[in-house]
């Protein structure tokens, strides 16, 4: 068997794009290697089909991580016999990159945003301009890239001159969880749920407005699912202005047991604010996730997500992030008849955006090196 080698910065357990990618391969006929980090706080990773290797990093954030984080990767990339190296974002490229050209071997690139444009960077200029050089020096010499929308696909082929495929970060059509109940979770039952989601729940995404929303809401609950930098300010907000009751934080699950919660939901809301080019851009994964656990979507007004909003019709596009106005889209969403045709809507939109038809344009690829 051709063995692929898969890189990733971060600890494997939440990655759903990363973790398809990998099932794709191996069933395609590859040994797959998945290669990331273990942090203090990772989840055990559940059993795969595919082979896993966490590295632990003495230095788990700033400067020395990343410095750490590159040299590990190289020395551990160098050591593997593979066929196939295949980088996920910037953070991994110049390891996979230096060790693919030594070895000969074709490397594949998929970066999952406008890595040098993420607010992190953008304020922190220096930072920036190690990794746009970077990316300059190695970007434009790829032959085989991959990126997660059109927005950012042209973004790169203007920055670039070569244009990645596009292959859009989408569940599987027949994925199984426990159905789970409210009671189970101590939900209520004569209340709604609304739904905030991700593995990067940070600065500029909505979910401050979300919270300051729920001062103008009754019957309504707003459940906080995941992790991120502003996860501390979100609960300091809450109890501040005596929410305590009407939001309710859970931190990063499982991806089994996180679609059996988002099932639960009345709406999902999915608030990426139009601060820089990369949440400009941006198509959050949890989209996808609401759609196909059957709930009506609340979203801000960005140009790749309005398109997947208004083409299936699954939700509303809010016109702002002022939190008065967030509560009245949502008192209208769920008093509105259009409720129950979003619902269905839904279930014909998750037929046709799903993992098993994205994956085609990966075969395309992957196929040329079996």
Same mark, same amino acid.
């Given at each position: 068997?051709?063995?692929?080698?898969?890189?990733?910065?971060?600890?494997?357990?939440?990655?759903?794009?990363?973790?398809?990618?990998?099932?794709?391969?191996?069933?395609?006929?590859?040994?797959?290697?998945?290669?990331?980090?273990?942090?203090?706080?990772?989840?055990?990773?559940?059993?795969?089909?595919?082979?896993?290797?966490?590295?632990?990093?003495?230095?788990?954030?700033?400067?020395?991580?990343?410095?750490?984080?590159?040299?590990?990767?190289?020395?551990?990339?160098?050591?593997?016999?593979?066929?196939?190296?295949?980088?996920?974002?910037?953070?991994?490229?110049?390891?996979?990159?230096?060790?693919?050209?030594?070895?000969?071997?074709?490397?594949?690139?998929?970066?999952?945003?406008?890595?040098?444009?993420?607010?992190?960077?953008?304020?922190?200029?220096?930072?920036?301009?190690?990794?746009?050089?970077?990316?300059?020096?190695?970007?434009?010499?790829?032959?085989?890239?991959?990126?997660?929308?059109?927005?950012?696909?042209?973004?790169?082929?203007?920055?670039?001159?070569?244009?990645?495929?596009?292959?859009?970060?989408?569940?599987?059509?027949?994925?199984?969880?426990?159905?789970?109940?409210?009671?189970?979770?101590?939900?209520?039952?004569?209340? &709604? =749920? @609304?739904?905030?989601?991700? *593995?990067?729940?940070?600065?500029?995404?909505?979910? #401050?407005?979300?919270?300051? /929303?729920?001062?103008?809401?009754?019957?309504?609950?707003?459940?906080?699912?995941?992790?991120?930098?502003?996860?501390?300010?979100?609960?300091?907000?809450?109890?501040?202005?005596?929410?305590?009751?009407?939001?309710?934080?859970?931190?990063?699950?499982?991806?089994?047991?996180?679609?059996?919660?988002?099932?639960?939901?009345?709406?999902?809301?999915?608030?990426?604010?139009?601060?820089?080019?990369?949440?400009?851009?941006?198509?959050?994964?949890?989209?996808?996730?609401?759609?196909?656990?059957?709930?009506?979507?609340?979203?801000?007004?960005?140009?790749?997500?309005?398109?997947?909003?208004?083409?299936?019709?699954?939700?509303?596009?809010?016109?702002?992030?002022?939190?008065?106005?967030?509560? &009245? =889209? @949502?008192?209208?969403?769920? *008093?509105?008849?259009?409720?129950?045709?979003?619902? #269905?809507?839904?279930?014909? /939109?998750?037929?046709?955006?799903?993992?098993?038809?994205?994956?085609?344009?990966?075969?395309?690829?992957?196929?040329?090196?079996?």
């Amino acid at each position: 068997m051709k063995k692929a080698v898969v890189s990733v910065i971060n600890d494997l357990v939440t990655d759903q794009r990363v973790h398809r990618t990998c099932t794709t391969l191996q069933e395609m006929g590859y040994d797959v290697l998945l290669v990331g980090r273990r942090k203090h706080d990772s989840l055990p990773l559940a059993e795969r089909k595919y082979k896993t290797h966490r590295m632990k990093l003495s230095a788990e954030k700033g400067i020395w991580f990343y410095i750490f984080f590159q040299w590990r990767l190289f020395f551990f990339l160098r050591k593997q016999h593979a066929d196939l190296f295949v980088a996920n974002d910037l953070d991994t490229l110049w390891p996979n990159y230096v060790v693919a050209k030594r070895k000969k071997k074709p490397l594949v690139y998929d970066t999952h945003e406008i890595f040098t444009e993420v607010p992190e960077l953008v304020e922190r200029k220096f930072k920036q301009k190690i990794w746009k050089r970077l990316e300059r020096k190695i970007f434009p010499k790829l032959k085989f890239t991959f990126t997660v929308n059109d927005s950012i696909a042209e973004w790169y082929e203007n920055a670039y001159g070569n244009r990645p495929l596009v292959v859009r970060n989408i569940p599987n059509m027949n994925h199984s969880s426990r159905q789970l109940t409210r009671k189970e979770v101590h939900l209520p039952e004569n209340k &709604k =749920i @609304i739904l905030l989601q991700g *593995a990067g729940i940070n600065v500029h995404r909505g979910a #401050e407005e979300a919270v300051e /929303a729920m001062k103008f809401l009754d019957d309504v609950i707003l459940v906080i699912i995941g992790s991120g930098d502003v996860i501390h300010v979100l609960k300091d907000m809450a109890e501040k202005n005596h929410l305590d009751e009407k939001v309710l934080f859970i931190g990063k699950l499982p991806p089994d047991e996180l679609r059996s919660w988002t099932r639960l939901a009345d709406i999902g809301l999915t608030l990426d604010k139009d601060t820089n080019i990369n949440y400009r851009f941006s198509l959050p994964n949890k989209i996808f996730d609401y759609i196909h656990a059957g709930i009506p979507v609340l979203a801000s007004d960005l140009v790749e997500v309005k398109k997947i909003v208004e083409t299936y019709n699954v939700g509303k596009i809010t016109p702002n992030h002022d939190p008065v106005a967030i509560a &009245k =889209i @949502i008192r209208e969403m769920l *008093a509105s008849p259009d409720y129950p045709i979003w619902k #269905e809507n839904t279930l014909k /939109a998750a037929s046709q955006l799903n993992w098993e038809k994205e994956e085609e344009q990966l075969k395309k690829v992957y196929s040329k090196f079996l």
